[in-house]
Nanobody, 126 residues
Framework: EVQLVESGGGLVQPGGSLRLSCVAS????????IGWFRQAPGKEREGIAC????????FYAGSVKGRFTMSSDDARKTVYLQMNNLKPEDTAVYYC???????????????????WGQGTQVTVSS
């Protein structure tokens, strides 16, 4: 059974940092695609960062590029999203997603990811 579990969300002041974790079980990291998405109230779910373990490619949305960084610990089956210089507009529920096909990670659309975590709330506010 595939399971993705996110953690690390919380309340942080503008300019602060958080690190989200996504533990993936039931999946091999070979050729795996892992994506981070977020959904703010009243808005569509958007892709913000994706990594393809087949070629090692990484993609970031323009809104987070230079502030957010993905990393992974293959032994722990964990993918991290380091978020720095957080802004109020980063407030959303953040989701980790996975798919066995990493050929569309540059598109960063939810429809290309079959497995989803439950989400973790990130709130950026003073």
């Amino acid at each position: 059974e595939v399971q993705l579990v996110e953690s690390g969300g919380g309340l942080v002041q503008p300019g602060g940092s958080l690190r989200l974790s996504c533990v993936a079980s039931g999946l091999s990291f070979d050729s795996l695609a892992i994506g981070w998405f977020r959904q703010a109230p009243g808005k569509e779910r958007e892709g913000i960062a994706c990594i393809g373990f087949g070629e090692g490619d990484e993609f970031y949305a323009g809104s987070v590029k230079g502030r957010f960084t993905m990393s992974s610990d293959d032994a722990r089956k964990t993918v991290y999203l380091q978020m720095n210089n957080l802004k109020p507009e980063d407030t959303a529920v953040y989701y980790c997603a996975a798919d066995l096909d990493d050929t569309n990670i540059d598109i960063m659309e939810p429809r290309f990811f079959a497995h989803w975590g439950q989400g973790t709330q990130v709130t950026v506010s003073s």
